[in-house]
């Protein structure tokens, strides 16, 4: 690629993400990324083209769905909450048609489970979170997508090393309110699994200390999923040898 063709690139990157904003917040972000511009791009058109799938979707339209989109190296990430266990498969039928990405991971919550937060709680903790996040001089803030879903933190976005992954799973858990963190994180070395995975949430509060909870590996913490890597563990969907046209990304 040339010097001329990167220029543009990054132009156009500057754009698309500050389109909405009106700030250069997030074009600082672009620079600070992991991933290269080419990477982003791509990336921002996959989740961008998800997203319009699923409004387009008249089945997903009347389930009233509440859930984010987020898109790593090609690596889908859906989260927030669903009416029932069959709109999730709606959900993930749906972004099968899009293809063009490596895998699909989930974090959903049932809408009828347990007390709900509110959307204040999750915004309060979130600044919170983000604060600690910029706080910190042993993370780039901008590199960690946050999501709160009634008191659940999901962690997303791709960092340096491990140790970043550590700590930002340390300072999510040490928020008031939070009742379970689930790190997305990862690393270019050590990327998120091809098989696609995800499941339903249990919203009921964590066991008591030195018990294990369903999805959580022995030793961890309990309310908190397992930090090395992506941390996939939830319950596996069905993985098949091109699930509906699903591809790598070119590189």
């Known amino acids: 690629m040339t010097r001329i063709q990167l220029i543009a690139l990054w132009g156009l990157l500057a754009m698309a993400l500050t389109a909405n904003t009106g700030c250069m917040t997030t074009a600082y972000g672009a620079a600070m990324d992991k991933r290269s511009v080419e990477t982003q791009l791509e990336d921002k058109t996959i989740a961008t083209s998800i997203k319009t799938q699923l409004m387009e979707d008249v089945g997903l339209k009347k389930g009233g769905l509440d859930f984010s989109v987020y898109c790593y190296n090609g690596n889908v990430f859906l989260v927030g909450e669903v009416a029932g266990p069959e709109d999730r498969e709606h959900v993930l039928a749906s972004t099968?048609?899009?293809?063009?990405?490596?895998?699909?991971?989930?974090?959903?919550?049932?809408?009828?489970?347990?007390?709900?937060?509110?959307?204040?709680?999750?915004t309060v903790i979130a600044t919170k979170l983000r604060a600690k996040f910029i706080g910190d001089t042993s993370l780039i803030s901008s590199r960690i997508d946050t999501e709160v879903v009634r008191g659940h933190v999901v962690l997303l976005g791709v960092v340096a090393g491990e140790d970043e992954i550590a700590n930002a799973v340390e300072h999510a858990k040490a928020v008031e309110g939070v009742r379970r963190v689930k790190s997305f994180l990862f690393t270019l070395k050590n990327p998120p699994p091809l098989e696609d995975s995800g499941g339903i949430q249990d919203n009921a509060d964590p066991p008591a200390e030195g018990t294990t909870e369903p999805g959580v590996q022995p030793g961890a913490e309990p309310g908190t999923e397992p930090t090395s890597g992506p941390g996939v563990t939830e319950e596996p969907i069905t993985p098949t040898s091109n699930p509906s046209g699903a591809q790598p990304p070119t590189q």
């Open 96 to 122: 099968r048609r899009v293809g063009g990405f490596r895998s699909i991971h989930t974090y959903m919550l049932l809408k009828s489970q347990g007390s709900s937060g509110s959307i204040g709680s999750g």
